[in-house]
């Protein structure tokens, strides 16, 4: 089945900064990479996804790239804001199911 | 429009009994998926259905868990003989699927369950 592997597991940034998170998966059937965010006591909520036949997508202040060959993708965050602290989840689904086979989460946080 | 709902929020019980937990899928969303959250980790995938088909199990960890979908809404996870290690949260998330591509899942909140 498909491993997903995030890193860092932790990452602070200054306020303004921009943040990476960087996911690996294993499976090379897999289609759809969607990113999560989870906010204390809450359900993981999606802030950006991609699909394999792209390598690039951008919404605002939030981009995810995607390298098939070498099996990864990233979440990029640029001028961070307090309220992006959270913890991130990387996805991957192969598609003929939609399951998602998901990474262990980066904890963000944002410094004022 | 309503979201996932689930229910309760919280359940603490004691080891060896029984517990169900509610999953209210958003209206149209013909898939539904069970995952379990423990601390400090990522999600597990339980169990998904899919419209009429048969559920995909292949995440339940043991027979001890078991999970029904009424009505093509509403589902129900139950836990038998509750143990120490169940104590996690567990998400219900539901989605429309079509044609086998994967679509946007939306998460429930959540219901916190303690295995005392």
């Known amino acids: 089945g498909e491993n997903v592997e995030q890193h860092p597991s932790t990452l602070s940034v200054q306020e303004g900064d921009s943040a990476v998170i960087k996911c690996t998966y294993s499976?090379?059937?897999?289609?759809?990479f969607p990113w999560y965010k989870q906010e204390l006591g809450k359900g993981p909520q999606l802030i950006i996804d991609?699909?394999?036949?792209?390598g690039e997508k951008k919404d605002q202040r939030i981009a995810v790239t995607l390298n098939k060959t070498a099996k990864h993708f990233s979440l990029h965050i640029t001028e961070t804001q307090p309220e992006d602290s959270a913890v991130y989840f990387c996805a991957a689904s192969p598609g003929g199911n939609n399951r998602l086979a998901f990474g262990k989460g980066n904890q963000v946080v944002v410094i004022p | 429009g309503a979201g996932v709902s689930q229910s309760p929020s919280n359940k603490v019980t004691e080891k060896g009994k029984d517990v169900e937990l509610r999953c209210d899928p958003i209206s149209g969303h013909t898939a539904l998926y069970w995952y379990r959250q423990s601390l400090g980790q990522g999600l597990e995938f339980l169990i998904y259905?899919?419209?009429?088909?048969?559920?995909?199990k292949s995440g339940l960890p043991s027979d001890r868990f078991s999970a029904e979908r009424t009505g093509g809404s509403v589902s129900t996870l139950t836990i038998q003989r509750t143990q120490q290690e169940d104590s996690a949260v567990y998400l219900c998330?539901?989605?429309?699927?079509?044609?086998?591509?994967?679509?946007?899942?939306?998460f429930g909140p959540g219901t916190r369950l303690t295995v005392l």
């Open positions: 998330a539901s989605s429309l699927v079509a044609s086998g591509r994967a679509h946007e899942q939306f």
């Open positions: 991609i699909r394999s036949n792209v």
């Open positions: 259905f899919q419209g009429n088909s048969a559920p995909d």
């Open positions: 499976d090379s059937a897999s289609n759809y």
